[in-house]
C-alpha cells in the first residue's frame, strides 16, 4: 500500500503532491528573478531614440511669433505663421521635456500630445486629463532646437497664457 496525502477529503500518492509541489516552487521562483530583472519591478516604457537631456550648451538667439497653446488639456497646437521652414527638429518645453518634429513648414499646424514629451531618464510630462492622479505640469516656455546655418540652434515660441 503506498503513502498517501489527504487533502480536501481526496488521497493523493504523496510522490504526486511532491511533484506537484517542485513544479509550484520552480514557478515561484521564476517569477520572482524574472521581476528582478526589471528595473523597477515593473514592465517600464522602453526608452525612446529622444530621451536625452536638454541641450544647455545652445543659447537662444531669437524668438518667432509662433505661438504655442495648450488646448485641449493633454495637447498643444502651434502654428508656424513664419516664411521660414524648419526641417526635423526637436520641441522642448520647459527646459526639460523634447519631442521630435519630422518638420515644420510655413502655415503647418501641429497638435501634439502632451505625454509624448519624454526627458532625459524617460519620464513624460504630467498633462494631466480626467484620470491624471498628479497636479498637471504648466506649458511656461518653448523652445525649438533646429539646425540654422548647419549648426544646431534653439529658436524660443510665444507661449500663450493657460488657466489653472
Known amino acids: 500500500m503506498t503513502n498517501r496525502c489527504h487533502v480536501a477529503g481526496y488521497g493523493f500518492p504523496v510522490s504526486h503532491v511532491r511533484r506537484v509541489c517542485g513544479v509550484l516552487l520552480c514557478a515561484a521562483g521564476l517569477f520572482v528573478a524574472g521581476c528582478n530583472l526589471l528595473p523597477t519591478g515593473l514592465a517600464d516604457e522602453p526608452m525612446g531614440a529622444y530621451d536625452?537631456?536638454?541641450p544647455q550648451q545652445l543659447t537662444q538667439n531669437e524668438v518667432l511669433d509662433v505661438q504655442v497653446i495648450r488646448r485641449p488639456e493633454?495637447?498643444?497646437?502651434?502654428?508656424?505663421?513664419?516664411?521660414?521652414?524648419f526641417g526635423p527638429s526637436t520641441l522642448w518645453l520647459n527646459g526639460r521635456f523634447g519631442r521630435p518634429i519630422e518638420g515644420f513648414a510655413p502655415g503647418q499646424t501641429l497638435s501634439l500630445d502632451?505625454?509624448?514629451?519624454?526627458?532625459?531618464?524617460?519620464?513624460?510630462?504630467?498633462?494631466?486629463?480626467?484620470?491624471?492622479?498628479?497636479r498637471p505640469e504648466q506649458v511656461v516656455h518653448a523652445q525649438l532646437?533646429?539646425?540654422?546655418?548647419?549648426e544646431s540652434a534653439l529658436i524660443g515660441l510665444v507661449v500663450v497664457g493657460q488657466s489653472e
Open 52 to 54: 536625452r537631456p536638454f
Open 145 to 150: 532646437e533646429t539646425l540654422v546655418d548647419g
Open 74 to 85: 493633454t495637447t498643444i497646437t502651434l502654428t508656424n505663421t513664419t516664411a521660414r521652414s
Open 114 to 134: 502632451l505625454y509624448d514629451f519624454r526627458d532625459e531618464f524617460g519620464e513624460v510630462f504630467r498633462g494631466g486629463g480626467f484620470f491624471a492622479t498628479k
